[in-house]
């Protein structure tokens, strides 16, 4: 049975939890590998929108088992109150969902430094969405961070907070100018979020291995995109863990022996929220245009992200870094209306053409888009879900794409509902 990774191959905000939504139906497992409740991801069923921020997206089929791994960050305030959200409406989560025992807490003063450490950079912030992501990560590798299975064992945990708290209380008292955090606040409050989460604290390595060894089909959900990764992304202007394909490894404790192909989710055009370069950043109105049309809002955090055409040069970065079979493509329709459609296919700096992409701060802040003008179809392709359906102009720019990024395009979206798709290869049968 296979077991398939959806990737973002952009700066995040690609449309992975609709495409993973629709591949849900095709894996008996929805597994998290990274990130934390930076995520928004938003599906939507029968006209009702769902945002779902730690929990995999495949909850909203309910037969469908979900797994939160080893590598994911979790501030658990935020995974119950996801959890509620979602009861309230009627997604039954009970033995449905498991949380790797070694997956790591965001303890509120990751939260206290993620702000202050944004404040302090000015305008060099990294834009970050402040639910202390990146400090939570920090501790994590400096082997001082606290786990799930610390939970457990209160002892334990008492000892890890009080260790930490000795340095951190220093630190925001002495230069943040914050109060101290008092640790029997914490202890009580984290002991309190036990009693709801405890019950879904597991070996995550174990139970998902036994899943495949029984022939269980696994969809890994990354969250993020490859430009966001902190190894392969545009550093320092990235989030804190790995987002890229090779996460979903450590970050699960499964074998790569074990996977089945990658799929890259890339919009028609490119989009990130928060600071750092953006080459076909477009600041005008077609920028506005797209922001308009396309809804480009966060999900997570309602800023208003930055848009321009579709970058070729990253996306077959993308596929390198993480070895893509192929690619989903979403909000085709949002190009629908465009007399004439760009694709960047490479950066031009100082004279000198890049279609590779650099990681130079100097090229990547201050090079020139090389632009491909594409006609525009002219035509609404909302709803389209066969391939022979769509414009042939429409066709010539997946062709055109798919030839620039060196792989097919696959999954093609039409619209946010669900149906409005077109599959042209189903990775779960074809890969
Ligand atoms: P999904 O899964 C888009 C961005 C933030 C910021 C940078 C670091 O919905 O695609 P962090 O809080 O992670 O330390 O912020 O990463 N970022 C995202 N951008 N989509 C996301 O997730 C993101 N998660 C983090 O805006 O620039
Ligand atoms: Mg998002």
Not at 121 to 150: F, Q
Not at 381 to 406: C, M, N, S, W
Request: aromatic share 8%.
């Amino acid at each position: 049975m296979p077991n398939i990774i959806v990737v973002g191959a952009q700066w995040g905000d690609e449309g992975k939890g609709k495409i993973i939504d629709i591949l849900s139906k095709y894996a008996d497992v929805v597994a998290r590998y990274q990130g934390g409740h930076n995520a928004g991801h938003t599906v939507v069923v029968n006209e009702e929108e769902f945002i779902l921020h730690l929990i995999p997206s495949g909850i909203l089929h309910r037969e469908k088992i979900c797994i939160i791994g080893n590598g994911v960050v979790i501030d658990p305030e935020a995974l119950i109150e996801e959890i509620e959200g979602l009861e309230n409406r009627g997604v039954a989560i009970k033995d449905n969902l498991f949380i790797s025992k070694n997956s790591h807490l965001i303890m509120p003063y990751h939260r206290i430094l993620d702000r202050e450490s944004e404040r302090s950079k000015g305008v060099k912030s990294i834009g970050t969405t402040g639910r202390g992501i990146g400090p939570a990560y920090v501790d994590k590798m400096a082997r001082i961070g606290i786990r799930m299975l610390d939970l457990l064992e209160p002892q334990i945990f008492r000892e890890k907070l009080e260790a930490n708290l000795s340095h951190i209380n220093n630190l925001l008292h002495t230069i943040y100018k914050t109060d101290r955090l008092d640790i029997e606040e914490i202890i009580s409050k984290y002991m309190g979020y036990v009693e709801r989460i405890g019950i879904y604290i597991t070996d995550v390595s174990m139970l998902i291995n036994k899943f495949m060894k029984d022939g269980k089909s696994i969809l890994f959900e990354g969250a993020q995109g490859t430009l966001l990764d902190v190894d392969h992304g545009t550093y320092p202007y990235v989030t804190s863990s790995n987002a890229t394909a090779g996460g979903a490894c450590t970050g699960l404790g499964i074998g790569p022996t074990k996977i089945d192909g990658v799929l890259g989710v890339s919009k028609a055009y490119t989009t990130r929220v928060g600071g750092g370069p953006f080459p076909t950043e477009l600041k005008d109105e077609t920028g506005e245009s797209l922001r308009t049309k396309g809804r480009e809002y966060g999900a997570t955090t309602g800023r208003p992200r930055r848009c321009g055409w579709l970058d070729t040069v990253l996306v077959r970065y993308s596929v390198r870094i993480n070895g893509f079979n192929g690619i989903a493509l979403t909000k085709l329709d949002i190009l629908d209306e465009y007399p004439e459609i760009k694709i960047c296919i490479g950066y031009k700096y100082k004279g000198k053409i890049y279609d590779e992409m650099p990681h130079e701060h100097s090229v990547l802040w201050g090079c020139e888009p090389v632009y491909e003008k594409i006609e525009g179809w002219q035509e609404s392709t909302i709803g389209i879900k066969a391939y022979k359906d769509l414009p042939a102009k429409a066709q010539a720019y997946i062709k055109r794409v798919e030839y620039l990024v060196g792989v097919s395009i696959d999954i093609i979206s039409t619209s946010q509902k669900r149906d409005d798709t077109i599959i042209k290869r189903n990775p779960f049968k074809d890969y």
